[in-house]
């Protein structure tokens, strides 16, 4: 990803060696309404959300984000279309069941696009959205015949500092990390914008290892997982192999790892 300015690596960075993440202050579900009340808009990409969170912080531009659009009162044929394409582009996916019966009774089956429906159909929402450009951009969620249900906004910004970090705030020596084969670290990877607000970024890879063979790292929960309130990527990184490695920080910023036996 092209980003506007380079990045700062905010120090002090720390790790700390085989850990607990600390309290994830999970939460059941939570969501964003649109401005008419009469749409809601969440999203699974993150650590903390059990089952949905909302999408009021700001995206990383280059973030990819699977956003559920589900009306208050069920309608079958809705459109999502974004106001500024050039800051978030937007892809709608229907899919549809079929349901029959009340209460207890309710069965639903999978329905084709082109499929009639003898009972009530039932469409589920989401829209696959990029963060392409810094700025903000509605997502408008059209009735069939094209006016307005609801919609709501979507900041973008660009990542200006990248720090790494853990729990336990100890600081990474100026040579860099040592540490033994076998060795286990829980880190924390967080993107801020120009005026220190956390980012979230879904999709966006903002640590890697220069030779996964020497240190390996791994994201917790999912490929594409941040704690979305507070913009912040989880995972552990593993000492494999004695050797050297580098901890590269989106935008260029690195840390050396030299693995000893």
């Known amino acids: 990803m092209k980003l506007a300015a380079p990045f700062a690596l905010a120090l002090p960075l720390v790790l ?18 649109g401005e008419r009340g009469a749409v809601t808009f969440s999203t699974t990409e993150g650590a903390d959300c059990i089952f949905t969170c909302g999408v009021q912080a700001p995206l990383a531009v ?3 984000d699977v956003i559920v659009v589900a009306p208050r009162t069920p309608e079958d044929g809705l459109t999502v ?10 892809a709608l996916e229907v899919s549809s069941v079929c349901c029959r019966g009340l209460g207890d009774r309710k069965t639903c089956s999978p329905l084709d696009a082109s499929a009639t429906c003898s009972g009530a159909r039932e469409s589920t929402y989401r829209v696959r959205a990029v963060a392409l450009s810094s700025g903000s951009a509605e997502l408008r969620v059209l009735h069939a015949d094209g006016t307005e249900l609801d919609r709501v906004r ?3 910004a660009d990542a200006r500092t990248a720090t790494l970090e853990a729990p336990e705030d100890k600081p990474v020596p100026a040579a860099g ?10 880190y924390r990877v967080r993107l801020l914008d120009a005026n220190g607000v956390s980012l979230r970024a879904p999709g966006v890879e903002a640590l890697k290892s220069s030779d996964a ?19 912040e990527q989880l995972g552990r990184a593993e000492a494999i192999a004695v050797g050297a490695a580098r901890f590269e920080l989106l935008g260029g910023s690195t840390v050396t790892v030299n693995v000893t036996p």
Do not use: M
């Open 16 to 33: 700390s060696a085989c850990g607990p993440l600390g309290p994830f202050d999970f939460r059941l579900t939570d969501s964003t309404e």
């Open 177 to 186: 990390l040592s540490w033994k084969v076998g060795t286990r670290v829980d």
């Open 154 to 156: 979507i900041f973008a």
């Open 213 to 231: 063979s020497v240190v390996a790292l791994r994201r917790h929960f999912s490929s594409e997982d941040e704690r979305s309130d507070r913009g």
């Open 62 to 64: 280059g973030s990819r």
């Open 81 to 90: 279309v974004s106001s500024d394409p050039r800051v978030l582009s937007s």
